[in-house]
Nanobody, 125 residues
């Protein structure tokens, strides 16, 4: 069982930066893959990025080169550093976790078992 809490969202000007945090509880956090997804009204929840227990990462094409995911297992926290933000990045951002000791990255949201409450990111023009 893993509990996740996102923080760090807010309003930022286009071209600016934000860092989101996903704080987790659980005795075996290091064995979980963690992903970030985002959702806007009328759209499917879409994959943003993920990191496996082994440190393998994957990024959606739309954020590649601008977003960076990292994890600090000692603090049970995963970070999403976002830069060069665009208005189209506006969404509710969710972190999610799944038990998966693998170097393969899962991008399908339905395969993640634990979800945070989401944090709003709004990028102004």
């Amino acid at each position: 069982q893993v509990q996740l809490v996102e923080s760090g969202g807010g309003l930022v000007q286009a071209g600016g930066s934000l860092r989101l945090s996903c704080a987790a509880s659980g005795r075996t956090f290091s064995s979980y893959a963690v992903g970030w997804f985002r959702q806007t009204p009328g759209k499917e929840r879409e994959f943003v990025t993920a990191i496996t227990s082994a440190g393998t990462t994957k990024y959606a094409d739309s954020v590649k080169g601008r977003f960076t995911i990292s994890r600090d297992n000692a603090e049970n926290t995963v970070y999403l550093e976002m830069s060069v933000l665009k208005p189209e990045d506006t969404a509710v951002y969710y972190c999610a976790a799944r038990f998966a000791i693998s170097r393969l990255v899962t991008t399908t949201h339905s395969l993640y078992d634990y979800w945070g409450q989401g944090t709003q990111v709004t990028v102004s023009s």
